[in-house]
């Protein structure tokens, strides 16, 4: 089937559709985020949720023992707990924090949710660090396509592998982390400069491969 044609601007909606770079980008990186913070990869900062509430909610949920007795948080604590003690060193509170995040992830998933943009940012300085030198593959949605209505677009292999620069990366992140769609294809319309000459070719794309 053919595409439709591009409407409005110098060079049509580019970027702008379901098949936006930013937004195949964001996905890709809620699916990276949820693995990393489901395996203890990456733990958000401890203050970000209190320990009574963490607790509360691994003691009241399927998987919540099983989460504890994974981060290595003694039986005893959450019996102290349920007990009414509130006193829990400060190790201990670091493994409930690690046994929350991963049963929340989890949970999240099992629902078809992502991480809220209070936890992307908390996490985001994190994902920039393990970002940083990173490689990226990119598959244009229909390189034939772009060259037939991009301004000066030239056809180039299907799948471009490419190293962003730290700023593309920062910018991709932190666009990501506050969960505004339009910051993400800004941001990736962007990064497209870095990747080629004319830039359009990687507007839209089909997939966007990376591990951090």
Do not use: C
Not at 28 to 47: A, F, N, R, T, Y
Not at 107 to 123: C, K, Y
Not at 184 to 206: G, H, K, Q, R, T
Request: no cysteine.
């Amino acid at each position: 089937m053919a595409r439709p044609q591009h409407t409005g601007g110098p060079l049509g909606n580019w970027g702008r559709g379901p098949d936006s770079g930013g937004v195949t980008f964001g996905e890709q990186m809620d699916s990276e985020v949820q693995d990393l913070v489901e395996s203890g990869d990456i733990i958000p900062p401890q203050e970000l949720i209190d320990t009574e509430a963490q607790l509360d909610y691994l003691t009241s949920r399927r998987g919540g023992r099983a989460a504890l007795d994974r981060a290595g948080v003694p039986r005893r604590t959450a019996r102290r707990w349920q007990a009414g003690a509130r006193n829990v060193s400060r190790i201990n509170r670091e493994k409930i924090n690690q046994a929350y995040w991963t049963l929340r992830a989890t949970n999240w998933r099992r629902s078809g949710r992502t991480l809220p943009p209070t936890v992307r940012q908390a996490i985001a300085p994190q994902l920039r660090q393990r970002a940083h030198g990173r490689r990226m593959t990119i598959e244009p949605v229909d390189p034939r396509d772009v060259a037939r209505q991009a301004q000066g677009a030239q056809s180039t292999a299907s799948e471009r592998t490419v190293r962003p620069s730290q700023r593309s990366w920062d910018r991709l992140i932190d666009s990501w982390a506050t969960g505004d769609e339009t910051l993400m294809e800004d941001a990736w319309m962007d990064f497209a400069s870095e990747i080629d000459s004319p830039p359009e070719l990687y507007y839209e794309v089909a997939h966007i491969g990376f591990t951090l």
